[in-house]
C-alpha cells in the first residue's frame, strides 16, 4: 500500500482558488495512476479527475472540467489539484487515490478500483 498525504484545504470565498497537493511515499509512485475524489457531509464520494503515469493523459468530471486541473511531479512524488473559481458546492473533504496502472491503465471513476486513499484534507468555500 501507499501513503497518501494531502494538504493545502482551507476556507475560501466563492470565487477564489486552492492547490491541493498530495505528497506519497515509497519509489512506485510513477507507475501509479493517481487521481481525486471529494466527499461533501451525506453525499456518496464523487470522482474529480484522474492523471495517468507519465502525465500525458487526463479525466475530470462534468462538475469540475475546466475549473480544475490535475497534474503530477513525479520527481516530487506529487500530484496536484489546482481548483479556480471555487463553488459552495465545492464543500467537501478531498481525498487523493492511487492505484497501480499494472492491474489497469483506466483513468476509472470508481472509487473501488483505487488502492490507495489518503486521510483527506477539508475544501470550503463560503458564499
Known amino acids: 500500500q501507499m501513503q497518501l498525504v494531502e494538504s493545502g484545504g482551507g476556507l475560501v470565498q466563492a470565487g477564489a482558488s486552492l492547490r491541493l497537493s498530495c505528497v506519497a511515499s515509497?519509489?512506485?509512485?510513477?507507475?501509479?495512476?493517481v487521481g481525486w475524489f471529494r466527499q461533501a457531509p451525506g453525499k456518496d464520494r464523487e470522482f474529480l479527475a484522474a492523471i495517468t503515469r507519465s502525465g500525458s493523459s487526463t479525466r475530470y468530471s462534468d462538475s469540475v472540467k475546466g475549473r480544475f486541473t490535475i497534474s503530477r511531479d513525479n520527481a516530487k512524488n506529487t500530484v496536484y489539484l489546482q481548483m479556480n473559481n471555487l463553488k459552495p458546492e465545492d464543500t467537501a473533504v478531498y481525498h487523493c487515490v492511487a492505484k497501480s496502472s499494472l492491474l489497469s491503465p483506466n483513468l476509472d471513476t470508481d472509487y473501488g478500483r483505487y488502492g490507495s486513499w489518503g486521510q483527506g484534507t477539508q475544501v470550503t468555500v463560503s458564499s
Open positions: 515509497g519509489r512506485a509512485f510513477s507507475s501509479r495512476i
